[in-house]
């Protein structure tokens, strides 16, 4: 069983930053990647960024060059830097670990951008 946690949510002003990081544990066998979603309420959970353990990193377009997604592997721990957020950033934040055949989801993460 693989566990993941989250922290680092909160309330930030527009323009400001947050850094979310995640960490996956537990009886890990193989790993494909490291990555975050976010939902909106009534919405189904969408990419933010991901990358693979072979390289591959994939950003969704509305965060491009804002947000930055880095990996130690040997910590199994990801992290989000999240730069000039927009309300539209507003939702719940969740780290995926696509580890032993399976995406394993944290509990989620309350990110508000709020004036």
């Known amino acids: 069983q693989v566990h993941v946690v989250e922290s680092g949510g909160g309330l930030v002003q527009p323009g400001g930053s947050l850094r979310l990081s995640c960490v996956a544990s537990?009886?890990?066998?193989?790993?494909?990647?490291l990555g975050w979603y976010r939902q909106y309420p009534g919405k189904e959970r969408e990419l933010v960024a991901f990358q693979s353990s072979g390289g591959t990193t994939n950003y969704a377009d509305s965060v491009k060059g804002r947000f930055d997604i880095s990996l130690d592997w040997s910590k199994k721990r990801a992290d989000l830097q999240m730069n000039r957020l927009k309300l539209e950033d507003t939702a719940v934040y969740y780290c995926?670990?696509?580890?032993?055949?399976?995406?394993?989801w944290g509990q989620g993460t309350q990110v508000t951008v709020s004036s």
């Open positions: 995926s670990a696509h580890m032993n055949g399976m995406a394993n």
């Open positions: 537990g009886n890990i066998v193989s790993i494909y990647g």
